[in-house]
């Protein structure tokens, strides 16, 4: 881990900004728009602005990162229900990236609420108000979420946000992903950005089923998951109802075959 690393603003096509990882080889958004991302590939898909009718949620922001995914969460929540109370954990390995998005001024386009509480979560990394409770763990997520685990922490919204397969598969395994899937509300949904055969396989063997949301910046889409339907009253999360989250024949022939 690069404490040291000097991150620089890059700029993204919708106007925000991101930072290249020397240490992982990629940059920590892509060039489509960082702000926009976070709110497609993650906060749409994990559907905040219906969960956000409860009077209380729970959100697990794996590799938080800058900290877009967070904000664009709370927004979400916020703009349809100021009364939901809201409870963070962010897992993230090097606390200097959350500190140099403050530094740099990422964030000035956002409410003032939101500055502050990314301020205070990337310093003192944890923020209490009278509707908001966030944590954030520094060091390595696989030893964190066994930490949730112990807690019995369910999200109703978890993002998976590590860099790519590629670039830092231990975040992308079977037992990985498997923890996740423990730490995930009945009625919650898990987003990701990859679509690759080996972790929506991760996904499947975690009992979770799995479907496709729209490509954002690149041709393939990002994958979303839950819990098996149980079919109980309204709170019912089966992807059937939700017809742009099913997943295409090939998809679904692709899936049927790696998990064999």
């Given at each position: 881990m690069l404490d040291s690393e000097t991150f620089v603003p890059q700029a993204t096509a919708d106007g925000s900004f991101t930072f290249f990882s020397k240490e992982f080889g990629e940059s920590f958004h892509s060039h489509y728009g960082a702000r926009q991302e976070s709110f497609l590939k993650f906060v749409v898909p994990t559907q905040l602005a219906r969960q956000a009718n409860r009077p209380s949620l729970r959100l697990l922001d794996v590799c938080y990162g800058l900290g877009y995914n967070t904000a664009a969460a709370l927004q979400t929540i916020w703009t349809v229900n100021p009364n939901c109370y809201v409870e963070v954990i962010g897992l993230e390995l090097n606390a200097a990236v959350p500190q140099a998005a403050i530094a740099h001024n990422l964030f000035d386009e956002w409410s003032c609420e939101s500055i502050q509480i990314l301020t205070q979560l990337a310093f003192d990394r944890e923020v209490q108000t009278d509707r908001l409770t966030a944590k954030l763990f520094i060091?390595?997520?696989?030893?964190?979420?066994?930490?949730?685990?112990?807690?019995?922490?369910?999200?109703?919204?978890?993002?998976?946000?590590?860099?790519?397969?590629?670039?830092?598969?231990?975040?992308?395994?079977?037992?990985?992903?498997?923890?996740?899937?423990?730490?995930?509300?009945?009625?919650?949904?898990?987003?990701?950005?990859?679509?690759?055969?080996?972790?929506?396989?991760?996904?499947?063997?975690?009992?979770?089923?799995?479907?496709?949301?729209?490509?954002?910046?690149?041709?393939?889409?990002?994958?979303?998951?839950?819990?098996?339907?149980?079919?109980?009253?309204?709170?019912?999360?089966?992807?059937?109802?939700?017809?742009?989250?099913?997943?295409?024949?090939?998809?679904?022939?692709?899936?049927?075959?790696?998990?064999?």
């Open positions: 060091g390595d997520a696989r030893n964190s979420i066994q930490l949730l685990r112990h807690s019995r922490f369910q999200a109703h919204g978890i993002f998976l946000d590590p860099f790519s397969p590629p670039q830092c598969p231990p975040l992308w395994t079977v037992e990985f992903i498997q923890q996740l899937s423990l730490c995930l509300h009945e009625y919650g949904f898990l987003a990701t950005y990859s679509c690759a055969a080996a972790v929506r396989t991760a996904l499947l063997a975690a009992g979770l089923q799995i479907g496709s949301t729209p490509p954002v910046g690149r041709r393939t889409p990002s994958t979303v998951a839950a819990h098996i339907t149980r079919g109980v009253g309204n709170e019912c999360t089966t992807f059937s109802l939700h017809n742009s989250f099913t997943l295409s024949e090939t998809e679904k022939q692709h899936s049927v075959s790696i998990f064999r």
